[in-house]
């Protein structure tokens, strides 16, 4: 099944929007005032020239500390490489802008594995000056070490761990800080299960993996050992409930499909066993009967007998 990276990062961001804006962009920050957010429904563009229907990820009205007037916040999720991306973050600007006539923060997030460096400049220019110079916000996740934030109490830097620039043989490691991150961050279970559900999404253990993060963990010198483990120890029985629950509701409604199949069986052969006797009381013969309802001669004499 294709992952949905777009509504992913929707429901992250949406959850903890003020710390994703910490993050990234923290003299932003300081400037919003968190306290007067509203989360606005989807808008749908449609590209003419391309024939094709864009989707804006997220927008958020908010207000600037110290002033009065509202703010619009745009915040679109990349997961794929895209040559004309800004010119696509200039259209959604300029079309919000006609709708809303406010100031908008364009955001874009770069979340797809290729390492490269992103342009956040759409600008039309000639030989005789300059018409237009659009910038945007950009975060590059792949660009970002992930060492770098595991010290970050912060539910957007433990969740994007696994979108961050990290290797293979970094994995386990990798699993090991985000668990420690969750621990110290003390989240109610809704929001905890979402962080794990974001990141095990993206990094995934194999079993010999799974088995190193626990004698690793179990190595651990900190406070946080304990907890970590119940942790791993608390999720995988979850998993474990979780499938056999979806194990019983699938062999419950196989059974009952079974059941209306074997029903449906013996309802049928038992409804051609009434009518052939009752032809055979009509005085017609075995070969007649067989003929008429398209069943060997054999056959219908076992029902008859029956």
Known sequence: MAIDHDRLFKELIQTFFEEFILLFFPDMHEHIDFGHLSFLSEELFTDVTAGEKYRVDLL???????????????????????????????????????????????????????????????????????????????VELRNKYWRDYIRHDNPIAAALLGKMGYTESEKVELKKEFLCMLVRLELDEARQRLLLGFFETYVKLSEKEEQQLQSEVKAMETKEREKVLELIISYEQKGRKEGLEEGMKRGIQQGIEQGMRQGMRQGMKQGMKQLIRNMARKGMTVEDIARLVDLPEEEVRELLEK
């Open 60 to 138: 958020v009205e908010t207000k600037l500390r110290a002033e009065d007037g509202l703010i619009i916040v745009h915040v679109e999720n990349q997961a794929y490489i895209q040559p004309s991306f800004p010119e696509r973050m200039f259209l959604y600007f300029s079309r919000l802008f006609e709708k809303y006539r406010t100031r908008i923060v364009p955001i874009a997030v770069f979340s797809y594995d290729a390492l490269r460096k992103e342009s956040s400049v759409f600008s039309i220019e000639f030989p005789f000056g300059d018409v237009l110079q659009f910038r945007f916000f950009p």
